[in-house]
């Protein structure tokens, strides 16, 4: 019997892809009056991005995460699919 192994680098490429995906349409929703709800979230990060001047090359590191309601729903549907295929 040959059992189907899940490859995990999927399952990422799932999530990461219904977090894009939510978070662009509870963005888009948020100028819809009944659909504001899902643009609600929070943002974290680094709010001023850190610089590493080393004379011959200048380097600027940040990164900032935007969360949404419906970003949270497009990671949730990504597992669901990824579960069923």
């Known amino acids: 019997m ?18 894009v ?7 888009l929703a948020s100028n819809v009056d009944f659909l504001w709800w899902l643009s609600y979230g929070q943002e974290f ?3 001023n ?15 900032m995460f935007k969360i949404n309601i419906a970003s ?4 949730i549907l990504a ?3 990824y579960r069923k295929v």
Request: charged letters at 10%; aromatic letters at 8%.
């Open 79 to 81: 597992i669901f699919i």
């Open 2 to 19: 040959a059992t189907r192994e899940k490859n995990v680098w999927i399952l990422i490429v799932f999530i990461l892809c219904g977090i």
């Open 72 to 75: 949270i729903i497009g990671m």
């Open 49 to 63: 991005p850190i610089t590493l001047d080393l004379q011959v090359i200048t380097l600027t590191f940040g990164l």
């Open 45 to 47: 990060g680094l709010s």
């Open 21 to 27: 995906v939510g978070g662009l349409l509870g963005e």
